[in-house]
């Protein structure tokens, strides 16, 4: 039954193929389209019923014609896997792209990937440190979080995602992180800048680069992300590994997403984004995570660009409901000149409360970063405040606050590109910087810390 | 003739049409040869259209379909407690078990342990006369619960032998002399409201030991609350909170479309938490429901109705039972995803035009209810919203908001200056301090509700002064103005947040909460005094005391140390005039 071509296409649009009297084709199941010059093409079965099928071509439909031969390839999509992945490169169909020999599979992984029993799971609760001070101390991330960095054109999101692979590491250990990097739509050479960048470090040997570039098929976008976070589970839960996932651009792959759908003629939901695309997101976000009785793990990073700045487009919006947090990048700082351009106030980790205290970074780190934030925030409230009526109509106390917010940005955020900050460093800056503010304006934290950490209320 | 076998005609996704069946609405179908569960969702003519509830990858036309008879239902008995269940009341560990780590497809569990023996003691004996949702027996299910079997809802008539001792839930345990055998384990429908005898005005608070909800906007036993707001407002934080300190006597907890960790997390932490009104461990009381993002996503559009059929089934008993359904708005996504499958007209925003009445039959399931035992049980539903950008404008928001009468408004800004909880107490509201007043005022003290009117004036006037002092600055305002800025700022530092992380802070019994909105009162009260006598604002904010008041609210025993430090407050304002 596989075997057999199919010449019986009725329709061609965008992405998709239209055929009629098949014999019984599974839902999902994988394509090959042979053109008339002989080429083939790639693509898998989006709609199946006795009368017709639908096939979401992942190369573009460019080319085929109504003569093309459609074979059914009788399964689902997967990924030949072994640990022969880890330092090779891939294109967004998982092909090789270093012109290297094919991957010799271990076993082939369906790509849609099962979800993960909650049961199961283990709550990530192992801090890692990224030598940046701003996620250190005030968005730690968390061994099997997924914490995306939401950012914008013309900002450098992607040196961040860089600095924090090269550093990020457990506290006290040397253990290192595997990087599967995933493009998406992403220019040569913002790719040629992350490949430079993880030759320069070596750590190109530790990686699997699954690419798709701006001028690949659209379509294939929507598997790359399948294919490697494939990779990522199997590296991770059949190998061991600690895998770091990063993934740039999701805003391309949602556009992918908004391209099939309007050519299927779906109802669209809010921007002409497809209405599951909450749950295709998800599909992908919550492959992160650790699993009981494995040792490995999967933390992803993915970045994001706002268009328009706007935290409330449906993609970062979407995001933000199924990560673990984010970070966000500021356009104000990136203009002011500080790097990295972090700003705090509406980056989070949700699982830092979790991961840090005496036991893992320090039994100060909960309460000086609320202390830290809470003083920053209303520092920054404060600068429109001042713009209006200057700085004479403020008491004492919000003096202080408005000059710690600049400080906050130049000595705590600000720090060098190949800056590797502990986080013992990075706490004890806080409260350097914090002595800039009378003690009795430090409304969240207690007698007991001030007198241990603080630099000149400490008591020896 | 009725043929329950037939074929699949077409696969689109979750959505399955069949061929050859009669099946009825909403009737369980098993899907293709590994029997994939599925439920019929429109009939057109021939064909029936399934929704299924399992990954559909893989399935082919022509692969048979069959109907069981039966429409979606839950098991109910003793077992119900301390699970945790996917949407469709499959125990999440037996599916480990069967399956491993990744949820496959195609395997069926019961919602209840079938095999294990419990031990019945009987409160009726032979000759009685019973009727629906009578209680005939009691099962200790856990430390704290005491399960209560009950004559099933449509069932009557006269004991004709009832016998105490070990049974599993399948086993007969009473006969009535009509023949009915009545089992521990009792089937319902979940897409249908339990029957009770009649609905009471609520007129006790759900108390939550969270001071901004109980004492500003309490929700009563019975109510329905929405709590809508923005990604990383703290949502989720505030639904766990509820789930560990309301004074509810039992908990069913849905994860509806939300992340995994968040349920692994809820899975390791209750077990060790202690209920502070009973002392014993908060997993006892809960029931646990997790159909994570990516779980299929008919099964989340079942979770809240397999939720809420459970909660009923306690309630029944003669509990107050609270549900927390985290997220509502995954959950209409799932119905907008479905809809959008069967090609129906969409209504606002792509959502099915039936999305607001579905969702007012939802929360019209909570409830203070005359049990058909006469007895008295409540379902309080708590709703979280999650608009997209926040804006509760959306159609989930405004339909919830239609029918909820509390609104818990969560707000991002309040979030980023890590106000916690971050609920915005301009646009908060509840419609039941009216109907609670009584209650405070027999309960808590007679001038309860009058405390409460000028705390919400204080913060009221206090957004009008920010206005101006967004313009001037406040060292322009007057000084009796300066103070009520000093005032409201208080409230809000020491009063409204609350670390839901702190052992001790996380729970504030309304008794403190009291103490403490009366202590903000007094400190108005005497810097006043104070001030008209000649003291300086600044020294009479910053006597030693009061900071000390507000600090130690984080220590064990606080309720009993806030009068002694009120007093010393009283008496070092008074120094402050002497000092001038």
Not at chain 1, 53 to 73: H, M, P, S, Y
Not at chain 1, 214 to 221: G, H, K, L, N, Y
Not at chain 1, 386 to 403: F, H, S
Not at chain 2, 224 to 233: C, K, L, N, T
Request: charged share 25%.
């Amino acid at each position: 039954m596989t075997s057999k071509e199919y010449k019986t296409i009725t329709d061609i649009k965008g992405p998709l193929v239209f055929l009629e009297k098949t014999e019984p084709v599974a839902y999902g199941e994988i394509v090959t389209i042979r053109l008339s010059d002989g080429s083939t093409k790639n693509g898998q079965v989006l709609d199946t019923s006795d009368d017709m099928v639908v096939v979401q071509v992942f190369e573009g439909t460019e080319g085929i014609d109504r003569r093309a031969g459609v074979k059914f390839l009788g399964d689902v999509f997967k990924l030949p896997v072994s640990k022969g992945l880890v330092g090779r490169i891939l294109d967004g169909a998982g092909r090789p792209r270093d012109g290297g020999p094919d991957i010799v599979a271990d076993e082939k992984a369906d790509i849609i990937g099962a979800a993960i029993n909650p049961y199961s799971r283990q709550s990530p609760h192992d801090f890692i440190q990224t030598g940046v001070s701003a996620i250190d101390c005030c968005t730690t991330l968390v061994r099997g979080q997924k914490l995306p960095i939401f950012s914008a054109s013309g900002l450098p999101h992607n040196d961040i995602a860089l600095q924090i692979a090269r550093q990020a590491k457990l506290k006290d250990s040397d253990e290192e992180f595997i990087v599967v990097f995933c493009a998406m739509g992403i220019t040569a050479e913002e790719y040629n800048f992350f490949r430079a960048d993880l030759e320069r470090t070596g750590a190109l040997e530790n990686a699997a680069l699954f690419v798709n570039l701006a001028d690949d098929p659209a379509v294939e976008r929507l598997i790359t992300p399948r294919l490697a976070l494939t990779a990522a589970e199997y590296l991770a839960f059949e190998h061991d590994y600690h895998v770091l996932v990063i993934y740039t651009d999701m805003t391309n792959y949602c556009d992918s997403l908004r391209q099939i759908g309007a050519a299927r003629e779906e109802v669209p939901g809010r921007r002409g984004y497809p209405g599951y695309m909450y749950t295709d997101l998800a599909m992908l976000y919550e492959r992160a995570g650790i699993v009981k009785g494995k040792k490995g793990s999967i933390t992803q990073f993915p970045i994001l660009t706002m268009p328009g700045d706007d935290i409330t487009h449906p993609i970062p919006d979407l995001s933000g409901y199924i990560t673990e947090g984010q970070i966000v990048i500021s356009r104000e700082l990136h203009q002011a000149g500080i790097y990295p351009p972090i700003n705090v106030l509406p980056s989070l980790s949700r699982l830092m409360g979790g991961c840090i205290g005496e036991e893992t970074t320090r039994d100060d780190h909960k309460k000086i970063s609320d202390q830290m934030y809470a003083a920053y925030a209303q520092g920054r409230e404060l600068r429109g405040l001042v713009a209006i009526v200057g700085e004479d109509a403020l008491n004492e106390r919000d003096l202080q606050y408005l000059k710690f917010s600049d400080i906050f940005e130049d000595k705590f955020v600000r720090q060098g590109r190949d800056e590797d900050r502990t986080i013992d460093g990075t706490l004890n800056l806080c409260w350097e910087l914090l002595a800039n503010i009378d003690t009795k304006y430090l409304e969240r934290l207690d007698d007991e810390l001030i007198s241990k950490y603080h630099p000149t209320e400490k008591k020896e | 003739m009725s043929n329950n076998e037939g074929v699949i005609y077409r696969i689109s996704g979750p959505v399955v049409t069949a061929t050859g069946i009669d099946a009825r609405m909403y009737e369980v179908v098993r899907v293709g040869h590994e029997k994939l569960m599925g439920e019929v969702i429109e009939i057109h003519g021939e064909q029936s259209v399934i929704q299924v509830y399992e990954d559909t990858s893989g399935i082919r036309p022509g692969e048979p379909v069959f109907s069981t008879g039966q429409t979606l239902s839950v098991q109910l008995g003793p077992g119900l407690l301390t699970q945790i269940y996917d949407g469709i009341q499959r125990p999440l560990q037996t599916l480990e078990e069967v399956m491993g780590v990744f949820i496959t497809r195609g395997v069926d569990a019961d919602g209840l342990d079938l095999e294990k023996k419990w031990t019945f003691e009987s409160t009726a004996s032979v000759g009685d006369e019973v009727s629906g949702g009578q209680v005939i027996g009691t099962v200790q299910e856990t430390d704290t619960i005491t399960h209560k079997i009950m004559v099933p809802p449509k069932a009557s008539g006269k004991i004709k032998s009832i016998e105490s001792g070990e049974f599993n839930v399948t086993e007969t345990v009473c006969t009535l002399d009509d023949g009915t055998e009545i089992q521990m384990m009792q089937e319902w429908p979940v897409r249908h409201p339990r029957p009770f005898n009649q609905k009471y005005a609520p007129d006790t608070p759900l108390v939550t030991g969270m001071r901004i909800l109980d004492f500003l906007f309490p929700l009563a036993k019975g109510g329905a609350a929405g709590i809508p707001g923005p990604f990383g407002s703290g949502k989720t934080v505030t639904q766990q909170s509820l789930a560990k300190y309301s004074d509810a006597q039992i908990v069913v907890y849905i994860g509806c479309g939300e992340r995994g960790n968040e349920m692994t997390e809820v899975l390791d932490e209750f077990p060790h938490l202690i209920d502070p009104n009973t002392g014993k461990p908060l997993m006892n009381r809960t029931v646990m429901i997790a159909n994570t993002s990516n779980m299929p996503v008919a099964a989340r559009e079942a979770s809240v109705y397999t939720g809420i059929t459970i909660a009923e089934y306690f309630r029944d008993q003669g509990y107050d039972v609270a549900l927390m359904a985290d997220s509502t708005s995954r959950w209409a996504e799932a119905m907008r995803e479905i809809s959008s499958r069967l090609e129906e007209m969409p209504g606002e925003e792509g959502y099915p035009a039936y999305l607001s009445s579905r969702l007012a039959e939802f929360y019209e399931r909570a409830g203070r209810v005359e049990t058909l035992n006469g007895d008295d049980g409540s379902v309080t539903v708590i709703g979280a919203v999650s608009p997209p950008g926040g804006d509760i404008s959306e159609p989930v928001s405004q339909g919830t908001l239609r029918i909820v009468k509390v609104f818990w408004g969560l707000d991002a800004g309040l979030a980023r200056q890590r106000h916690f909880p971050a609920i915005n107490w301009l646009n908060s509201y509840s419609l039941y301090p009216q109907s609670l007043n009584q209650w405070f005022r027999d309960n808590i003290a007679s001038d309860f509700p009058e405390v409460r009117t000028e705390i919400s004036a204080l913060l009221k006037v206090e957004a009008e002064l920010q206005e101006i002092v967004q313009l001037v600055g406040s060292d322009a305002l007057p000084m009796d103005q300066q103070l009520t800025l000093e005032v409201a700022r208080m409230i809000r530092v020491y009063f409204l947040q609350q670390n839901g992380f702190d052992p001790v802070d996380a729970y504030s019994g309304v008794e403190q909460q009291y103490a403490m909105a009366r202590a903000i009162l007094t400190f108005q009260e005497e810097a006043k005094k104070a001030m008209a006598a000649g003291a300086v604002l600044e020294d009479v904010v910053n006597v030693p005391a009061r900071i000390e008041l507000m600090r130690a609210r984080f220590a064990e025993g606080y309720l009993e140390k806030i009068e002694g430090l009120v007093e010393e407050m009283v008496s070092q304002i008074g120094n402050s005039v002497e000092a001038q």
